[in-house]
């Protein structure tokens, strides 16, 4: 089993910028890709950015590519998502998740295992 814990959400203006961060804990880390989704109010989940264990690559949704960063600490057994220029639209609670395969590809949730708690980021204009 992998427990993530996700911490780092909060009250941000717009234009402002947030860390967060995906710890883990459990079986080896290292070798897992892993993934940020978020889900805005009312909305369904949404796939934000994912990581991969080699090199490592890195792919995001097109709404936060060139604002967010995704990386990893493999000894600290974290994944953080910086996130600049945020926006309203970006106001959703965070998740992080194993990527396990399958599904419809890495943007598809069914893909995913292991979601942490959440945390809630929120962005006033």
């Known amino acids: 089993q992998v427990q993530l814990v996700e911490s780092g959400g909060g009250l941000v203006q717009a234009g402002g910028s947030l860390r967060l961060s995906c710890a883990a804990s459990g079986r080896p880390f290292s070798s897992r890709a892993v993934g940020w989704f978020r889900q805005p109010p009312g909305k369904e989940r949404e796939f934000v950015a994912l990581?991969?264990?080699?090199?490592?690559?890195?792919y995001y949704a097109d709404s936060v590519k060139g604002r967010f960063t995704v990386s990893r600490d493999n000894a600290k057994a974290t994944v953080y998502l910086q996130m600049d220029a945020l926006k309203p639209e970006d106001t959703a609670v965070y998740y992080c998740?194993?990527?396990?395969?399958?599904?419809?590809?890495?943007?598809?949730?069914?893909?995913?295992?292991?979601w942490g708690q959440g945390t809630q980021v929120t962005v006033s204009s």
């Open positions: 990581v991969t264990s080699i090199r490592p690559n890195t």
């Open positions: 998740a194993i990527y396990e395969g399958g599904g419809s590809g890495y943007t598809d949730r069914a893909a995913y295992d292991y």
